[in-house]
């Protein structure tokens, strides 16, 4: 399933417990930069349309909106936490950004610093969201979907 949209929108992808937002990049050669708990900061390069996919399990779209705002245009770091840190049971927001991102529901936290896995709300959970030129595919059908002016 194909679902296009501009760089200047933002798609949402809705279910029972929870929503994942998707942008584009929108620019070439843009540095994402992601830190992790070993002191470590790695720098990694993206194509204007590789995604930045933010799941909410709040429903909440401002909150999708702001994340996924100060990924793209203020350059906001991606903290990757251990799988044994203690906020890693408090978040209710996580972000991916690259080619495809994988939604799973039954992923440890801190335990997938590759950034195509992201964990989701149970009803999208199985949904593969793949970059396209005008926007991305879906592995398989998802009626529940909005877009709006980002």
């Known amino acids: 399933m194909n679902i296009d949209f501009s760089y200047d929108e933002i798609l949402f992808l809705e279910g029972e417990t929870g929503t994942v937002g998707i942008v584009k990049v929108a620019n070439d050669n843009k540095m994402l930069f992601i830190a992790t708990q070993d002191n470590e900061e790695i720098v990694q390069f993206l194509e204007k349309d590789d ?32 799988k044994d840190h203690p906020s890693t049971k408090r978040l209710s927001q996580v972000l991916s950004v690259g080619e495809k991102v994988n939604l799973n529901c039954n992923i440890t936290p801190g335990t997938h610093p590759e950034q195509d896995v992201l964990c989701s709300c149970d009803s999208l959970s199985g949904l593969t969201i793949t970059k396209t030129q005008n926007g991305v595919a879906l592995n398989k059908k998802h009626d529940t979907y909005t877009i709006e002016r980002f």
Request: glycine residues 0%; hydrophobic residues 45%; positive net charge.
């Open 51 to 82: 995604i930045i996919a933010v799941s909410n399990f709040k429903k909440d779209k401002r909150a999708i909106r702001a994340q996924a705002y100060l990924t793209r245009e203020e350059d906001s770091p991606i903290v990757i936490l251990n």
